[in-house]
């Protein structure tokens, strides 16, 4: 077992706990340590970190724990009830640096970031409410109605759509070039007619979005699915085992016949486009990289905006989709085990989460006072 010294922390800074309780803590972070250095960056892939980076997440690890001791109660144990009171106080920022200051948004997100990295090596499934990007951050997700669910399809199939080659005046068509040469990744001056087709006929954002609809795809996931997942007889997208985020199962999501269109469509498209030649995702952004949480927030907010879609004071980002999933299948069932089974949750606590008051019923409810 290694000592505080070696964890890179000084004896002070664990003296509110007892000499037994000590020695836990200490085997504890540890063990924390070996994992993160083993598997800790990529727990499937059993890659780990840089032992730098190690140190540092342990450090930043061990400063929430005081947190917790100076707030709450003192003890070994770091539950996910402890992180998610660590995680309203970074969003609040009662949570500060030693000279009083508040932490940068950044500064925020590594936080987190380290304690995904302590749940996930405890084989917990934990899901902050807020989470932080170096810019701002993000409060968790409110669900779409039903009827902003069926817009934003709607809208999908009509996103980036230009005016026809032949109905344009010349000056019209070399400004519109300079927009297709940005989508389609070309030199302007490789232009040519046939480009306005592929545009307009694109089905790469309306089965993006269809599947998402319907599956709740997390941000991760959507930008490790492949083509070799989806089976056509079946109209199913088969996830192996080990390649899901925060699950380590195999499971086939079912797909309607519209979504199964769509995405049939886009397959189609797909495999005569050169950015995709050797590539197995099935979806990348124009740059050519797989998607994430930053350019498909983008996209849902074009998508809003093309759509009529506004906030009303609600976050809306990606992983609203698997909030409207939990939310309205839970109001049909109240079951969270269906509800859990259906977005790929290991517990009725976490499949919880994505269960709000059904967002149609909160003017009516207003009406009745």
Request: with cysteine; hydrophobic share 30%; net charge negative.
């Amino acid at each position: 077992m290694s000592s505080i010294q070696d964890l890179g922390l000084a004896e002070d800074q664990i003296e509110p706990l007892n000499h037994r309780q000590k020695n836990v803590y200490v085997s504890r972070l540890s063990q924390f340590t070996e994992y993160l250095q083993k598997k800790g960056k990529e727990p499937k892939k059993k890659i780990g970190y840089a032992d730098k980076s190690v140190s540092v997440k342990i450090s930043r690890f061990h400063q929430l724990v005081r947190y917790v001791w100076s707030n709450e109660s003192t003890g070994t144990q770091f539950t996910t009830d402890h992180g998610d009171t660590v995680n309203a106080a970074l969003a609040d920022d009662s949570f500060r640096r030693k000279d009083g200051g508040r932490y940068s948004e950044g500064s925020k997100r590594k936080f987190n970031d380290a304690l995904r990295n302590w749940f996930e090596f405890q084989g917990e499934d934990w899901e902050p409410e807020i989470t932080f990007s170096d810019e701002r951050a993000t409060n968790n997700a409110d669900p779409f109605k039903k009827s902003e669910l069926e817009t934003l399809t709607e809208a999908s199939l009509t996103y980036k759509s230009i005016p026809t080659y032949d109905n344009i005046t010349p000056d019209e068509r070399d400004r519109w070039k300079t927009h297709i040469a940005q989508e389609l990744g070309k030199p302007k001056e490789e232009v040519v007619p046939a480009d306005w087709d592929e545009i307009n006929n694109c089905w790469k954002i309306p089965s993006l979005v269809r599947t998402t609809r319907e599956c709740g795809w997390r941000p991760d996931l959507i930008g490790r699915i492949e083509v070799g997942w989806y089976d056509g007889e079946n109209q199913t997208i088969d996830i192996p085992e080990g390649e899901a985020p925060k699950n380590d199962s195999a499971w086939s999501e079912p797909l309607t016949d519209e979504a199964a269109f769509m995405l049939e469509e886009w397959l189609s498209q797909r495999s005569n486009m050169e950015m995709y030649d050797g590539k197995k995702e099935i979806w990348l952004t124009r740059k050519g990289n797989p998607y994430s949480s930053g350019p498909l927030n983008d996209l849902l907010r074009n998508l809003m905006e093309e759509a009529g879609i506004k906030p009303h004071g609600r976050n809306l980002v990606w992983y609203s989709f698997r909030h409207s999933i939990g939310t309205y299948v839970y109001h049909e069932y109240t079951d969270l085990e269906i509800v859990s089974e259906k977005l790929r949750q290991n517990t009725r606590d976490a499949a919880s989460r994505y269960v709000h008051p059904l967002p149609e019923l909160k003017r009516d409810a207003s009406k009745m006072l």
